[in-house]
């Protein structure tokens, strides 16, 4: 019979403890004492967290008793193990230290009497807070039990539940309206607009949102839509969103860290060198996880001005190379008209240049940083010479200056080293409407790091990100840019063949361009052609046998190799 008045006392203990009259804003579970084995038992515990105030809650131990012994229990509150869990939150379980703790790390020992009651109280220390952050678990555990008592219930996972909101998630730009500029070393660009995410309370939670462009409200990123404004600018091409040093690709998930009340990214104009109409774009945000979306500040507009207003005129091209009067190698070459008689070939090598080159070329070597390298400047003797002791060996400048034109050409690396190995293959790709004659061509891979196979526009956009030999402005050449790299006066690198009527080679300075493996491939240029709206034109600077085409018609979406070009020196002098 007093066994039968203990269960009936346990279930209405419980029961009114979930109904909350205790002062709990907890719930534990009451259980049916008649089908209860003998042992100790541990009640569930579910408790709100509360806001910054300190908090006592309860947990239950009852006895369902097989004797009339004294029977000693031990308990402790501790962290779960972190090990495979990925789903559940894990309330902090330290001493009062540590200002940042969800529940008291205690411990104690409970004893029931023979004639005292068999439910016993464990008193937990909770702290509340105002972060947002999910509900938290912590073990608390009975252990040691005396008298030969058996612990059959003795773990059980309490439950912190959050009361807090979720944060508010905005996003504010300081500027709309952009201006490419053209960036040399020494000079400061205004190219660029902080861009921040803004939580409107700081969460305990990882916030993560996702990026977007677009056009109109709620719509994907377009690639050249016509609007009231001008063009409409591609991402990747015309801009890029910058978290520290890393691209963010167009859609992609961002993460505001747990503890911090906002995220700024970079938005970088590139600079593109190519003159074009006023452009705009949107900047969408949706809310992955973690967060209220304010959906009057998840979206901003932008515009980008363009800075190529100078139009380049009447630049210089440069001769052929031939130096050579084709007349006196053969009979049927008289027919030809006689170049070394004409324009700067005439002077041979008794040309004056600012530079170095053979024949009539006239070119400088450019570091990394912008800075031309004097030839006569006896410090620069290890600078102008490859280091041939590497393998593949490297070369000391990055970029070549022709003094003719006033264009500034990239040099590739040798080998596989990096975005400008001579190895890499591109697409031709251009989203412009005014500069791609119909064609947009072949994205290929958004990353052109590794060995990934990306397109022109990507590649160009990632030199200007970097700044190549300190500037800013590549593009693509034109058919005829590139093809004034071409000395026809060069049959081998070394020189070695006689000019004959079938045996022509193409080549280009090796000595500034290092005679990377571009000499055998097809190097795409910025020209497109009306009758062959999916192609573009390539040229191959060395021809194996006879007189073949230099320039060809290639499909958009095969690969060729590039070299950049930079007109930004030539616009600074026209526009000081």
Sequence with gaps: MQNNHKNILFSVLLTAFTLGLY????????????????????????????DSDVKTVTMQVFLQRDNEDTVAVDWSVSAIDPTGR???KLAVVDDSTNSEYDVLAENGTLTF??????????????????????????????SNATSGANIVEGSVEAVIKNNDPLP??????????????????????????????SLSEVSRVDTIVRFGGSVEPSSPNAVNVMTKFGETAAYRVDYLLMNGEDVIPQTVDVTIPAG??????NLDVVDDGIQEKKEQFFLGMTVVSDGF???????????????????????????????????SLSSTASQLEVDAKLGRDSQGLAKSVYGEGRAAFDYTRIDANGAEIDPNNPDNADLIVLNTSTSPFTVPWSCVKDNVSGLVWEVKTRGNQGLRSETRDFYWYDPNNETNGGITGSKGASDCSGENSCNTSYYVADMNRLKLCGMTGWRLPTIEELRSLTDYGVVTPDDSLDITENERYLAYDTDFFIGDVLATRFVWSSTTDAGSPSRARALRFHLSVGLREESRLKDSDSLAAIRLVNDSLIRSDLNP
């Excluded at 709990?24 to 967290?49: I, N």
């Excluded at 905005?170 to 861009?195: C, H, Q, R, W, Y």
């Excluded at 911090?260 to 990214?265: D, K, T």
């Design 23 to 50: 002062g709990c804003s907890c719930s534990q579970a009451s259980k049916d004492t008649h089908e209860l084995s003998p042992g100790l038992y541990l009640s569930e515990l579910s408790v709100d967290e509360g």
């Design 86 to 88: 990925i789903a559940t």
């Design 113 to 142: 009497l023979p004639d005292s009651s068999d439910i016993q109280t464990i008193e937990l220390t909770i702290v509340g807070d105002t972060f947002y952050e999910h509900d938290e678990s912590f073990l608390v555990q009975l």
């Design 293 to 327: 979306l304010d959906t009057t500040k998840d979206e901003l507009e932008f515009f980008i001005n363009d800075n190529d207003s100078v139009a380049v005129f009447s630049v210089p091209l440069n001769d052929s190379g031939l130096l050579q009067e084709l007349s």
């Design 260 to 265: 911090a009340s906002e995220l700024v990214l």
């Design 168 to 197: 508010v998630v905005s996003m504010s730009a300081e500027d709309s309206e952009l201006n490419e500029e053209f960036f040399k070393t020494g000079a400061t660009p205004i190219a660029s607009t902080p861009v921040t995410i």
